[in-house]
């Protein structure tokens, strides 16, 4: 697939794999990348990559990708910024919450179950998010076409 002239969204960018995908998106031609993250970070990452890819735009956004108004709010500037809508979209974020599924406390003998806040956290963040992220990509590609 061509990607040259396109624009990505690429969330969890600050670091990691986030990060390595825009770099790789960056090399391979791609137009423009907005770089998604809950860390303030994300933002030296978008002027190192800047730095280092100075064929490829990029934006930096700070926000809750569990956040259905942050997302739509970030598509929203993408296009605005870059003049096109995303067409490829990379949804990276990722969390970990690691603790024992049960863990007996040794004071009460009663077992201390993984907290179910955590779990859900986990899960919106890593599995619903990405979803969505991606649908909205799909949504929006969809009424581009019909304008």
Avoid: H
Wanted: proline residues 4%.
């Amino acid at each position: 697939m061509r990607i040259d002239q396109n624009v990505a969204v690429v969330t969890g960018a600050a670091r990691g794999i986030g990060l390595a995908t825009v770099q790789q998106l960056a090399t391979r031609g791609i137009e423009a990348v907005a770089m998604v993250d809950m860390a303030d970070a994300v933002g030296a990452s978008a002027e190192r990559c800047a730095a280092d890819y100075p064929n490829t735009r990029f934006k930096a956004f700070v926000g809750d990708t569990t956040d259905e108004a942050f997302r739509k709010s970030v598509f929203d500037q993408a296009e605005a910024e870059f003049g096109k809508p995303v067409r490829v979209c990379v949804p990276a974020a990722g969390i970990t919450r690691d603790k024992l599924g049960a863990k007996v406390n040794k004071e009460t003998g009663k077992a201390d179950l993984y907290p179910p806040g955590d779990f859900q956290l986990v899960i919106d963040v890593n599995l619903i998010a990405p979803v969505y992220w991606s649908l909205e990509m799909v949504g929006r590609l969809a009424e581009s076409r019909k304008r």
